[in-house]
């Protein structure tokens, strides 16, 4: 990958062998505004990949896809071989957070677990389970209007981990934390990604992608501007920021 000229030649993310997220040539258009332009990439077990862009560049729009939110104006967004709505068990394959502003405000964060739970078939042991996994047991009784950005993430994560996935799609999930918290994160992440998961976790905060994960995807208007490993990214001494803003200014010129 030469991320000066935004040259994509496909490294690791470019495999189909036991790919858990298969994207291939995925447009998207709203009216005549074509918003992904023929994206192509793969995810495999054990990696943690950061999904980089500027604001609009269609990060949300890919994550929305691959979740069965949105249909494809053409091409595939696959999870394991399947598009979501047609896995068996979405929930125990797939865990996503996407919109932690849309939670119900009346309901307790137990509660909210025990829905999510209940329609997953999911028993109520593993929703304290979870609770525990993201630090959340104090608070879990309160109703979800009383809580901070960082304590929505932490049950928005509590949600997508319920059903023990071996994927996790994450829209910015460091957004609110507390550096407590996105240490916590990181290592949530990196051990998920140990045990033999995938994780895609959309990010503008740089430094702390870097710290975090294995490869990136760098979207921009809507077409892959660069992809590879983060050492190979990096690998003449920048830091990722400066290869970003590197690769977004180039191709917007
Ligand atoms: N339902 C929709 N109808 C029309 N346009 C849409 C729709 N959803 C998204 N878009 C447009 O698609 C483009 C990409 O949006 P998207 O939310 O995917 O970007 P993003 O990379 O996630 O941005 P951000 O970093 O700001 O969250 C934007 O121009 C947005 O306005």
């Known amino acids: 990958m030469d991320h000066r000229t935004g040259d994509v030649r496909p490294t690791a993310l470019a495999s189909t062998r036991d790919a858990i997220v298969s994207v291939r040539s995925l447009s998207k258009r709203y009216g005549d505004v074509i918003v992904l332009d023929d994206l192509t990439f793969t995810l495999e ?9 500027p604001n609009g560049a269609g ?25 979501y709505q047609d896995l068996d068990s979405p929930v125990r394959r797939v865990g996503a957070v996407l919109d932690v ?11 909210h677990l025990r829905v999510l739970a209940l329609a997953a078939g999911i028993p109520d042991s593993r ?13 879990a009784d309160r109703r979800v209007r009383t809580y901070s950005l960082g304590m929505r993430q932490r049950l928005g994560l509590a949600g997508a981990l319920l059903g023990e996935p071996r994927l996790l799609v ?10 407590a918290g996105m240490q916590w994160l990181r290592a949530m992440l990196r051990g998920f990604a140990e045990r033999g998961g995938a994780v895609l ?13 294995d490869q990136v ?7 892959l501007a660069a992809s590879g490993p983060l050492d190979q990214l990096t690998a ?18």
């Open 217 to 223: 995807l760098i979207l921009h208007r809507g077409r």
């Open 45 to 53: 077990e054990g990696t943690v990949t950061g999904f980089l862009g």
């Open 170 to 179: 994450l829209d910015e999930p460091a957004n609110g934390l507390d550096p």
């Open 127 to 139: 929703v304290e389970e979870a609770l525990a996994m993201v630090e959340l047991e104090a608070a």
């Open 101 to 111: 502003h849309d939670l119900h405000p009346a309901r307790s964060g137990r509660e």
């Open 201 to 213: 976790v959309s990010s503008h905060v740089l430094a702390e992608v870097g710290q975090t994960v």
């Open 59 to 83: 990060k949300t729009t890919t994550l929305r896809l691959l979740l069965g939110l949105a249909a494809p104006s053409s091409g595939q967004a696959l999870v394991f071989g399947h598009r």
């Open 236 to 253: 003449d001494g920048q830091t990722l920021e400066e290869v970003y803003l590197a690769i977004t200014s180039k191709v917007a010129a």
